[in-house]
């Protein structure tokens, strides 16, 4: 076997060649409609790029940026966008590996609690926004009669309070998010290996000191690589809080996405518009450096 | 190991927390598609409608044109998934089996495209598919979802080439079968699953997308479904709530099959693309 497999060997570079026949049809499609854009757009925020103007598009330096610097609108917005994403990215989480935890226990209805735990994952956004708005109805909502039913006051307008929207879209970002952490933890637990837990028991461990020298250790990478995208999801997210609130009340939960869709593609400022999404991958990138920096300082404590 | 009764308990408890949570928005929505505008009116709401009628469903498609924002969303979102795995298989392919800077220039892409906020790419994309004559026009927007779903396509494809043995693939070439022989009858078939599987996710993907289609599509004949769904919701967010609730339901039960299918192939393919070999 060895044998064939040196005879072999010194053929499989020339088998590159034919590996550019295989690479190009993705490839084209991929530079041209990804990674091209992605540069072009780059380029665009150090213009003063509108749509449907005649006038000759002009390179104007960082002139976008110093008028984001002092845009506090825009500013207001990027703390909304922050709050919303660790909002969301948190509670997701620990929700997530409780009912991941659950899930790995070998309890009855368990099947039930996994099939509805991946329904949220197959939902259009658009549809998860619609439903939610039905719950948060302030008077053929479910929300407010169960409010009413236990003597809780008559109930809100939940989305349209200034104090209630944020909360309110951020519990339905937590519920739409769920099912791909819970998925990514579970699989984590699963290869988790059971007879050192089994060991730990036999020895006398509680039930969360198991958890904090056996189970989290094998867990951390995945909850590491899992809780990372989820920020970077949460915090470019459009389509749920465009279907419940479009932004309002009053701007309380216009995201980033939604205030640099509606200064492209609203006003036509596509410069401007590609500026703020310049500072929004910057400002991802750092928070992804600072976090993925944390992750190896503590992987040499472990 | 034998669990406590009091923990037992706990962790019943807490499963039911969880089933109320996840489940009680859905059967809201569907308690709300069967029930008539009078008793939607009604300011006691309850969970079990008195008088349940399909009326709502009826409406929803004399409303809006769901019919035909079902079909284009069906062509944009096959034709995409259909064209996304037929260029990323052979890709996935190389990437799994050559260790070449290009491979290692596309996994980078596949990670660092999970961080693109759609802004930064979607003004771009707007200009670049105007030049095209790709704007407003459903081949545009199946266009920009192949590329969309590349990243998972790649991610989830070269896990499943890379659990085709490589000594397969050098047996049969010992035995004289030629490079195209191997790949059609020997890789593929074991592949064949996989692809299926990857091919179902982008179709759902698809399915559900709203940003780029709210973006790049205008005329109202041309609109996929869930931008037709917000045309529901009124300018000042009012809403006609029976149709509206019977129209997403509807809308979600194509994506609900098609996961129910793949759900196990995901989660596995999820973890395969995760091993580094």
Known sequence: MTAVAEARRPTRPASGHGAWFLVLPALIPILVLSVGPLLYGILLAFTDAQSGRTAATRWIGGLNFRDLLHDTLFWESFRIGLVWAVGVTVPQFLLALGLALLLNQDLRLRWLARALAIVPWAMPEVVVGVMWRLVYNPDAGILNETLRDLGLGDGRDWLSGLATALPAVIVVGIWAGMPQTTVALLAGLQNTPRELHEAAAVDGAGAWRRFRTVTWPALRPVALAITALNLIWNFNSFALVYVLTSGGPGGRTRLPMLFAYEEAFRYGQFGYAAAMGCVMVAVISILLAVFLAGRLRGGEDA | ?277
């Open chain 2, 1 to 277: 190991m034998r669990t406590r009764p009091a923990a037992r308990a706990g962790q019943y408890t807490a499963l039911l927390a969880y089933l109320v949570f996840l489940a009680f928005p859905l059967l809201w929505l569907l308690s709300t598609a069967v029930k008539s505008p009078r008793e939607l009116g009604s300011l006691h709401p309850t969970w079990i409608p008195r008088h349940p009628t399909l009326a709502n469903f009826r409406q929803a498609f004399d409303e809006q044109p769901l019919l035909h924002a079902a079909l284009n969303s069906l062509l944009v979102a096959a034709g995409a998934a259909v064209v996304a795995v037929l260029i990323a298989t052979p890709m996935a392919y190389v990437m799994a089996r050559h260790r070449s800077p290009l491979s290692r220039a596309t996994s980078g892409w596949v990670v660092v495209s999970q961080a693109f906020p759609f802004v930064l790419v979607i003004i771009p994309l707007f200009l670049v598919l105007k030049e095209l004559r790709l704007i407003d026009s459903l081949s545009g927007l199946g266009l920009v979802y192949v590329v969309w779903a590349l990243p998972f396509a790649l991610w989830m494809l070269v896990g499943y080439v890379r659990a085709v043995p490589a000594e397969l693939e050098e047996a049969a070439a010992v035995d004289g079968a030629g490079r195209l022989r191997t790949l059609v009858s020997v890789t593929a078939p074991l592949l064949a699953p996989g692809i299926a599987a990857t091919a179902l996710f982008a179709f759902v993907t698809a399915w559900n997308e709203f940003f780029f289609a709210l973006v790049l599509l205008k005329s109202p004949g041309k609109q996929t479904l869930p931008v037709v769904l917000t045309h529901f919701i009124g300018a000042e967010g009012v809403a006609d709530l029976g149709p509206l609730a019977a129209a997403a339901f509807l809308a979600t039960l194509p994506s609900l099959a098609v996961f129910a299918l793949i759900q196990r192939r995901i989660t596995g393919g999820l973890l395969a693309g995760a091993v580094k070999s």
